[in-house]
């Protein structure tokens, strides 16, 4: 069975390894939802260098570009960042779905609900 992209966005802040990790166990939760996550903070800190313009620019370029392929947006933690709002608005401008980890985990039964 193919699984649909989901983009992930978070508020990506602290040291690089714990994005890592953090970004790693969101991936881990929207695969186990049964998509393919699609995550550029897990392998574009390992060839570009987000300090030079013009590769932050191309960043911004390639993840716009997964996530016009993604089926949905999954925002991951908070506070909501200026980053992940463009991203929702993005995928709002382009009728790709947007939602929570929380919500695609309890739509597949493996979160809980908050009372």
């Not at 049964?34 to 013009?54: H, K, Q, R, W």
């Not at 620019?57 to 506070?79: E, Q, T």
């Not at 960042?81 to 009728?95: H, P, S, V, Y």
Request: net charge positive; glycine share 8%.
């Amino acid at each position: 069975m193919k699984r649909p992209l989901a983009y992930v966005t978070a508020a990506w802040r602290g040291d690089p390894c714990e994005i890592t990790e953090q970004a790693a166990k969101y991936c881990r939760a929207v695969y186990d939802a049964g998509f393919s996550p699609i995550c550029p903070t897990l392998y574009l800190p390992l060839f570009l260098n987000d300090a030079v313009p013009e590769e932050h620019k191309s960043g911004i370029d390639m993840g716009r570009d997964l996530l016009r392929r993604s089926r949905v947006l999954v925002v991951c933690g908070g506070p909501v960042t200026e980053e992940m709002k463009n991203d929702i608005a993005t995928a709002q401008r382009l009728g790709i779905t947007a939602t929570t980890l929380e919500g695609i985990l309890t739509v597949k039964g493996q979160g809980h609900r908050r009372r």
